[in-house]
């Protein structure tokens, strides 16, 4: 369900609680992060069973960006299982002139991600926490298996990144089926993060 700022924020997914016998796991709203207070509205739902997604776009003056969300997600208690974060990868994301009127149009970026993820885990957040909102939990949700997980036999995208010097981005795309050889090698990469994202990642970043 793709939110925007109207007053009526969640109005409609309650209604459909309360008044259907949809299941909560239907329900998964994005864009949640965009106002303060469409992202309280969400963390209420999340405890009648919804999935929430937020969205790793700048924010403005009455949004948070994906990292303020998550940190504030897990501070709240709420359960990790349910949070995801998703980059608006090419999606299109107006910019608005002082009147009003789409001043230009932007392109949203899947090294969102990326950025929010080291974010997370420059301020102290342990990546085994974070990492499953854009991996693991995304991939439950929508049953996809295999998927969002670094195992034997899992299918891809995978990227690994392993520093390799001064100046080095040090990322490496491997896509396709892991064989359980290539999994015990990667595993042993010391020093190295290992990224097994839903949504495949740029590999230029740095």
Known sequence: LH???GPRGLELVRRCLDETELPPR??????CNRNRRLWEEAKALSKRGIYVDITAFPAD????????????WLDSGLDPARLTCSSDGGGCLPVFGPD??????????????CETLAELVAAGRPLAQVLPMMTSNVSQLFRLSGKGVLT?????????????????????????????????????AEKGLIWALVHHPEPALN
């Open 3 to 5: 939110l925007g700022d």
């Open 100 to 113: 009003g009127r789409v001043a230009h149009m932007d392109v949203g970026r899947s090294s969102s991600l």
């Open 61 to 72: 003056d009455e949004g948070l960006t994906a990292a303020a969300a998550i940190s504030d």
């Open 26 to 31: 239907t329900f998964h709203p994005t864009h």
């Open 152 to 188: 034997p036999g899992a299918g891809g995208p995978q990227a690994v990144r392993q520093p390799q010097g001064p100046g080095s981005n040090g990322a490496i795309e491997r896509p396709g089926q892991h064989s359980a050889a290539a999994f015990a090698r990667v595993t042993k």
